[in-house]
């Protein structure tokens, strides 16, 4: 009997019609593989994977093998945006295993959940020297059957293996301009010249080592750094990683000139790159990175975002072809005689030239990818304006692709942070809307009345996994960055109330942080991944979140915690600078202060609106007026008015500058 009918995950309904007798990951499905004496199969993914999508259809689907699968296996199916614990733990070990990770993954247990054997895509047939799916279960099956004494030997040595890695703590003290200065060395030792970002292909977009750079320019005054970041987000903004009609990133490019994306869209994706690119026009004030920055927002918002006020989790890759196939790319490719049939003759070839669309075609079958010319050449703004609408407006028509519509609480407070400041930034008080409905939702239903976060929900409803580190980390981040645009201080009481759970269970001795919390279900081993990959480690967001919420409050504990965390980033920073990006721009806070800004004045006055637009890294802000002020916010404890007119107070490393009733002053005390 299939079990996943009445689960949330939508990655996991996708699987709930196979003929395969999943279970969702849990204490029933090990004890049923006790039971029956059989070990269990693990098939981890997520809704817009696409190769997960190509071995559901080729195996899962197959009455044959799931028969076989059914009568000499436990099947249990998750999804690894609901289970980061579990994923991040079976991924280490296949890593170990292999030399590699991915999804979907396939790795084997016993019913005592240890692993034995790994891999990621099979095959229907054998393929490149891979063996078949059905291959690998028969073989396990013998070797089960046969050699039971050697598959326990191996997953106990894995496991023991998995157990001695826990990181003590990341380093003595923190991270130092020494380590700054290695790792921007590092990251410019693999820098692309000629197509920016970073090493080669695949290339993924480098939000959070771009952030780190716009925050050591804005501390140091390092051109190359500057250089680095705004060179590197333009290539992405006029590649066809960039949804060139609709707004919105893809999740990587698979060749290094940003070309060709794979095609799923990811929310965490878009909220970094929407605040990366609104930190960029802050910097610069450059016209490109604004519009991105708001064309990306108005995706998130237009595309992503659910009927209770949340966003959803991503788009998928694939999508019906005119065929009525289901490809990858397929909503959004062209060919010039798509565009000629939507445009007309002379727009068509405008468009064709425009947009780099080859009769060859950039991606497959003779269509491509759209994406900016590198040319710098004069365009009449409105033409272009004309032909995106119109050819956004064909688009609307074609076969839409899926949408993962389950709100993950870390992502949501990604898109809380990105939206309330491009919102502010740009006067745009709708997108500020969005991300206050989209806390009070996380706050509603996610925090509820257990008092602890889910990680996720679907259609109001919460679910039943408990909220990991960076669910906690990010929420806290997200209301932070609402408080100090709207002057909301329930914002700031709400971060500190999930920080004070990071203290209490995801701290341990020495400044270490876990990635699940004292008293949650008990793996393997205890997950603790302090690298920023697709987005900021739980440790590193955890850490950020603390740094600013003590500048916020004075508390010493949450700084004492933040920088004890920070350890890790001067152990890594030196090494690994790419894969420490979010704890490199959290380190620059650290140095600058951070600056804690507080003025004396109206919400959305100039002073307020000036201090946000302030460039200091990390620093944070409190706004408001009147005796209740303070209240609110500890920073406006005893900040008077000076001569009746509203006034910005600036302190940083326990010294404070004297108070300022003009905004320009303002300006240059924040790096602007």
């Given at each position: 009997m299939n079990r996943l009918?009445?689960?949330?995950?939508?990655?996991?309904?996708?699987?709930?019609?196979?003929?395969?007798?999943?279970?969702?990951?849990?204490?029933?499905?090990?004890?049923?593989?006790?039971?029956?004496?059989?070990?269990?199969?693990?098939?981890?993914?997520y809704s817009a994977c696409h190769w997960c999508h190509v071995m559901a259809h080729e195996s899962f689907e197959d009455e044959t093998v799931a028969a076989y699968l059914n009568e000499r296996f436990v099947a249990v199916?998750?999804?690894?945006?609901?289970?980061?614990?579990?994923?991040?733990?079976?991924?280490?070990?296949?890593?170990?295993?292999?030399?590699?990770?991915?999804?979907?993954?396939?790795?084997?247990?016993?019913?005592?959940?240890?692993?034995?054997?790994?891999?990621?895509y099979f095959p229907p047939e054998p393929r490149h020297g891979s063996p078949s799916f059905q291959q690998v279960l028969e073989g396990v099956s013998a070797a089960w059957t046969d050699r039971r004494e050697e598959v326990a030997e191996v997953a106990g040595r894995i496991v023991a293996d998995l157990a001695g890695r826990s990181l003590a703590h990341g380093g003595e003290g923190v991270p130092g301009e020494p380590e700054i200065a290695q790792a921007l060395l590092g990251l410019t030792r693999e820098y692309d010249e000629q197509h920016g970002g970073f090493g080669g292909a695949p290339k993924f977009p480098p939000s959070?080592?771009?952030?780190?750079?716009?925050r050591h320019y804005a501390r140091t005054g390092s051109e190359g750094a500057l250089q680095m970041a705004a060179d590197t987000c333009s290539a992405m903004a006029r590649g066809g990683i960039y949804d060139q009609l609709g707004g919105g990133f893809a999740r990587y490019s698979v060749d290094r000139e940003w070309v060709v994306p794979h095609f799923e869209k990811m929310l965490y994706d878009n909220a970094l790159l929407c605040r990366v690119y609104a930190h960029l026009w802050r910097t610069t004030g450059s016209a490109e990175a604004r519009r991105i920055a708001l064309e990306t927002a108005d995706f998130m918002v237009r595309e992503l975002r659910t009927t209770e006020g949340?966003?959803?989790?991503?788009?998928?890759a694939d999508?019906?072809?005119?065929?009525?196939?289901?490809?990858?790319?397929?909503?959004?490719?062209?060919?010039?005689?798509?565009?000629?049939?939507?445009?007309?003759?002379?727009?068509?070839?405008?468009?064709?030239?425009?947009?780099?669309?080859?009769?060859?075609?950039?991606?497959?079958?003779?269509?491509?990818?759209?994406?900016?010319?590198g040319e710098a050449r004069p365009v009449d703004a409105g033409r272009v304006a004309d032909v995106r609408a119109r050819l956004l407006a064909a688009r609307d028509e074609r076969p839409r692709p899926g949408r993962d519509d389950k709100v993950v609480a870390a992502w949501n407070g990604l898109a809380i942070a990105a939206l309330a400041e491009t919102g502010a930034y740009f006067d745009r008080p709708d997108l500020v809307e969005r991300a206050t409905e989209a806390a009070d939702l996380l706050v509603r239903v996610h925090l509820g009345e257990v008092a602890r976060l889910t990680r996720t929900s679907k259609d109001g409803r919460a679910g039943t996994n408990a909220g990991v580190l960076e669910d906690y980390g990010d929420v806290a981040e997200g209301f932070l960055a609402l408080a100090a645009v709207t002057g909301e201080g329930a914002w700031l009481e709400f971060a500190g109330f999930l920080l004070d759970i990071v203290l209490e269970q995801f701290t341990g001795e020495g400044g270490q942080?876990?990635?699940?919390?004292?008293?949650?279900?008990?793996?393997?081993?205890?997950?603790?991944?302090?690298?920023?990959?697709?987005?900021?480690?739980?440790?590193?967001?955890?850490?950020?979140?603390?740094?600013?919420?003590?500048?916020?409050?004075?508390?010493?504990?949450?700084?004492?915690?933040?920088?004890?965390?920070?350890?890790?980033?001067?152990?890594?920073?030196?090494?690994?600078?790419?894969?420490?990006?979010?704890?490199?721009?959290?380190?620059?806070?650290?140095?600058?202060?951070?600056?804690?800004?507080?003025?004396?004045?109206?919400?959305?006055?100039?002073?307020?609106?000036?201090?946000?637009?302030?460039?200091?890294?990390?620093?944070?802000?409190?706004?408001g007026e009147g005796p209740g002020a303070g209240a609110e916010f500890p920073l406006l404890v005893d900040r008077p008015l000076v001569g009746g007119a509203p006034t910005a107070y600036v302190c940083r490393h326990f010294v404070c500058d004297a108070p300022t009733t003009d905004a320009a002053e303002l300006a240059v005390k924040l790096g602007g």
């Open positions: 009918a009445g689960v949330t995950s939508p990655y996991l309904l996708q699987h709930a019609d196979n003929p395969v007798d999943w279970w969702p990951w849990g204490a029933d499905a090990f004890e049923e593989a006790r039971r029956r004496d059989v070990p269990v199969l693990l098939s981890v993914g199916k998750v999804d690894r945006e609901e289970r980061p614990d579990v994923d991040a733990v079976y991924m280490e070990a296949v890593q170990a295993a292999t030399g590699h990770g991915g999804w979907p993954m396939t790795v084997f247990l016993t019913p005592d959940a240890e692993p034995f054997y790994f891999g990621t959070m080592a771009v952030e780190f750079l716009l949340g966003f959803a989790s991503a788009l998928d999508s019906e072809d005119p065929e009525g196939k289901h490809v990858e790319g397929a909503f959004y490719v062209w060919t010039p005689a798509q565009l000629r049939a939507v445009l007309g003759e002379e727009d068509g070839a405008f468009a064709t030239a425009y947009f780099g669309v080859t009769e060859e075609g950039t991606f497959e079958e003779g269509a491509s990818v759209l994406q900016l010319s942080l876990y990635d699940t919390a004292h008293d949650a279900e008990q793996l393997i081993r205890r997950p603790q991944d302090p690298t920023d990959s697709a987005t900021p480690a739980g440790w590193t967001a955890a850490a950020g979140a603390l740094l600013s919420y003590a500048a916020y409050t004075g508390s010493e504990a949450h700084r004492t915690a933040a920088e004890g965390a920070l350890g890790v980033v001067k152990a890594l920073a030196p090494r690994a600078p790419r894969f420490i990006g979010w704890g490199l721009a959290v380190a620059e806070a650290l140095l600058d202060g951070p600056r804690e800004v507080a003025v004396a004045g109206p919400v959305g006055g100039e002073l307020h609106r000036t201090a946000l637009l302030g460039r200091a890294p990390g620093a944070v802000v409190a706004a």
